[in-house]
């Protein structure tokens, strides 16, 4: 599984608990910096970011792909829509949570989720 983390570092430990959901081995991690100007358009920026990817496009629709969204939560709608068109599916994303009482701050991973399936599973509520 590769990867593409559009947020802060993980740490080894989110790393296998990552792995331990996914039931196989992380076999890249992709950094990809999200520093967006909000004064500016996004499409550009998006544009911008997405090429700055170290990853060939045509493995985007052939590799095994997880994804960190970026917390913004405009940037991840944004980059979520550009992978579906470059993919030809939704990709599973993670869900960190905080965990309670941690000092300082930390956050587990809470769960790994299947945005294709829940995709799937919504078009069957189409009338």
């Known amino acids: 599984m590769i990867l593409l983390n559009f947020s802060h ?15 196989q081995p992380i076999e890249r991690v992709l950094p990809v910096p999200v ?24 493995e985007l629709q052939s590799a095994s792909i997880l994804v960190n969204l970026p917390s913004f939560n405009a940037i991840a709608a944004l980059l979520l829509a550009e992978l579906h068109g470059r993919m ?29 399936a829940v995709r799937d599973s919504a078009r069957k509520e189409r009338f």
């Open 9 to 23: 570092p993980l740490t080894p430990g989110q790393q296998a608990e990552i792995e331990a959901l996914i039931h």
């Open 88 to 116: 030809g599916y939704f990709p599973p994303v993670i869900r960190l949570r905080p965990v309670e009482g941690a000092l300082p701050p930390r956050f587990e991973v809470a769960e790994v989720v299947n945005l294709q």
């Open 35 to 58: 520093h967006f100007d909000h004064q500016q358009a996004y499409l550009p920026q998006l544009a911008q970011m997405m090429e700055s990817i170290p990853f060939p496009p045509q």
